[in-house]
């Protein structure tokens, strides 16, 4: 059973910057293809990006592309999200996920087993 964790949300201006990290207990998540979605009031859950286990290969959605990286550190056992030029649409909850399923960030949330409790991000002046 995956138990993940996910902390580093807030309130930013426009424009700035966050990094959320998604951190694991009881499995490696190297093992795993790790998801990060959001949800924003009203809307559905969407893909945000995505990275695959052993080879790393990483997936965006269009909406974040160029202003957001996934990364691994598989010593601490965390995937991080990079957010740059935030922006006021950006405003979600943010998820983290994990499947054995392949990276693609249009993959269904429905494709994945584990779920963290979210963390709030707002952008806003």
């Known amino acids: 059973q995956v138990q993940l964790v996910e902390s580093g949300g807030g309130l930013v201006q426009p424009g700035g910057s966050l990094r959320l990290s998604c951190a694991a207990s009881?499995?490696?998540?190297?093992?795993?293809?790790i998801g990060w979605f959001r949800q924003a009031p009203g809307k559905k859950r969407e893909g945000v990006s995505c990275?695959?286990?052993?080879?790393?290969?990483?997936s965006y959605a269009d909406s974040v592309k160029g202003r957001f990286t996934i990364s691994r550190d598989n010593a601490k056992n965390t995937v991080y999200l990079q957010m740059n030029s935030l922006k006021p649409e950006d405003t979600a909850v943010y998820y983290c996920?994990?499947?054995?399923?392949?990276?693609?960030?249009?993959?269904?949330?429905?494709?994945?087993?584990?779920w963290g409790q979210g963390t709030q991000v707002t952008v806003s002046s």
């Open positions: 009881r499995a490696t998540l190297d093992y795993y293809t």
């Open positions: 996920a994990a499947t054995n399923y392949y990276c693609a960030a249009y993959v269904s949330p429905n494709e994945y087993d584990y």
């Open positions: 990275i695959g286990s052993h080879d790393g290969s990483t």
